[in-house]
C-alpha cells in the first residue's frame, strides 16, 4: 500500500525556515516524480515544486529561491527546505506520488 | 505557466442528479496530462482522473472525465451523498503545474 508521511509542520517566526519531510512506503521515491502542494486556510490548491526521478527540480515562482526540494533515497523521503518565510506561506504542505497519491499534510503557520 | 479556469465555481444540484465541471486551459496541456481531485472538508485530496479520461484505481465509474487540448469536462452521472465536495483539475504536462480554483459541489 502506497502511504505518504510529512512531518516537520509547526509555528515559526517571520523570516525564519523550516524543513518538511515526507516519508514514503510502498513505492520507490527515487524512481517517481514527486511534489510538494500546499493550501492556505480557506483557499484553493497551490502546487509549489516538482522533483523529477531523473533529478531535474523546478518550482512556482512564488517560492523559488526562498524553497528547495531534495529527496533522500536511502531513507525513501521527499524534503522541502523552506527559508525566509512569510506570513503567506501559512498552510498546509502536502506532498504527492506524481498526481496519483497524496500525504495527509503537515500544517505550517508563520506568525510572531 | 498555464493557467487553468474552471466553471462554475459553485454547483448546487440534489442527489441522483448529473454533475458537469469545466476546466478551461489558457494553452494546450501536454499529452492531456489533466487530472482531476475531489477534496472533502478536513483532508487530503484524492486523485479521481489522470490523463483527462482515465480513472484511478478504486473510483466509481459514475465518475468520468473528458476533453482534450484545452477544454476538459468530469461528470458525475448519478450524484450520490459522498459526492458532495471541492473538484480541483491539475495540469501536469510541463515542469510547472498547476491547479484550477475548483468547483464546489453543495447539495440543493
Known amino acids: 500500500e502506497v502511504q505518504l508521511v510529512e512531518s516537520g509542520g509547526g509555528l515559526i517566526q517571520p523570516g525564519g525556515s523550516l524543513r518538511l519531510a515526507c516519508a514514503a512506503s510502498?513505492?520507490?521515491?527515487?524512481?517517481?516524480?514527486m511534489s510538494w502542494v500546499r493550501q492556505a486556510p480557506g483557499k484553493g490548491l497551490e502546487w509549489l515544486s516538482l522533483?523529477?526521478?531523473?533529478?531535474?527540480?523546478y518550482y512556482a515562482d512564488s517560492v523559488k529561491g526562498r524553497f528547495t526540494i531534495s529527496r533522500d533515497n536511502s531513507k525513501n523521503t521527499l524534503y522541502l527546505q523552506m527559508d525566509s518565510l512569510r506570513a503567506e506561506d501559512t498552510a498546509v504542505y502536502y506532498c504527492?506520488?506524481?498526481?496519483?497519491?497524496w500525504g495527509q499534510g503537515t500544517l505550517v503557520t508563520v506568525s510572531s | 505557466e498555464i493557467v487553468l479556469t474552471q466553471s462554475p465555481g459553485t454547483l448546487s444540484l440534489s442527489p441522483g442528479e448529473r454533475a458537469t465541471l469545466s476546466c478551461r486551459a489558457s494553452?494546450?496541456?501536454?499529452?492531456?496530462?489533466l487530472a482531476w481531485c475531489q477534496q472533502k472538508p478536513g483532508q487530503a485530496p484524492r486523485l479521481l482522473i489522470y490523463?483527462?479520461?482515465s480513472r484511478a484505481t478504486g473510483i466509481p465509474d459514475r465518475f468520468s472525465g473528458s476533453g482534450s487540448e484545452t477544454d476538459f469536462t468530469l461528470t458525475i452521472s448519478r450524484l450520490e451523498p459522498e459526492d458532495f465536495a471541492v473538484y480541483y483539475c491539475q495540469q501536469y504536462g510541463g515542469s510547472s503545474w498547476t491547479f484550477g480554483q475548483g468547483t464546489k459541489v453543495e447539495i440543493k
Open positions: 490523463g483527462a479520461s
Open positions: 504527492t506520488r506524481g498526481v496519483l497519491n
Open positions: 494553452q494546450s496541456v501536454n499529452n492531456n496530462y
Open positions: 510502498g513505492f520507490t521515491v527515487s524512481s517517481n516524480y
Open positions: 522533483s523529477y526521478s531523473g533529478g531535474g527540480t
